[in-house]
């Protein structure tokens, strides 16, 4: 994913939900600090004191409207194309199938 590169995102449940949006800002969330059998490479974890710094600068980042105790805000999400057909992949070939008689 790039900056200025148009994304079609969806609503994980709603199919009809959906929108292009392009990207002002791009973060990588995802690290590697336990590889396990990957080859991937294996990221340092950083002290506690500066992953406690991280998520306070994280939620201090948040709308105000979300965050309030009392009547907060829905927190809206979508996802990319393609893990809203994984997610819907997963669904269909786990859900039980029921028998009618």
Same mark, same amino acid.
């Given at each position: 994913?790039?900056? @200025?590169? %148009? &994304?079609?995102? %969806?609503?994980? +449940?709603?199919?009809s939900k $959906? @929108?292009?949006?392009?990207?002002q800002?791009?973060?990588?969330? =995802? #690290?590697?600090? !336990?590889p /396990? /059998?990957? *080859?991937?490479?294996?990221? $340092? =974890?950083?002290?506690?004191?500066e &992953?406690?710094?991280c998520c &306070?600068?994280?939620?201090?980042?948040? $709308?105000? *409207?979300?965050?309030?105790r009392?009547?907060p805000?829905?927190? #809206?999400?979508?996802?990319? @194309? #393609?893990?809203?057909? +994984?997610?819907?992949? =997963? !669904? =269909?070939n786990? @859900?039980?199938v /029921?028998?009618?008689?």
């Open positions: 994913m790039q900056v @200025a590169e %148009r &994304i079609l995102c %969806r609503h994980p +449940f709603n199919e $959906r @929108a292009y949006v392009v990207p800002y791009v973060e990588e969330l =995802l #690290k590697c600090y !336990w /396990g /059998g990957s *080859d991937e490479t294996r990221q $340092r =974890l950083p002290p506690i004191n &992953i406690r710094s &306070i600068e994280q939620l201090d980042q948040m $709308r105000p *409207d979300h965050m309030r009392l009547n805000t829905p927190y #809206k999400i979508s996802v990319s @194309a #393609k893990l809203y057909d +994984f997610i819907h992949f =997963l !669904w =269909l786990e @859900a039980p /029921g028998e009618l008689q």
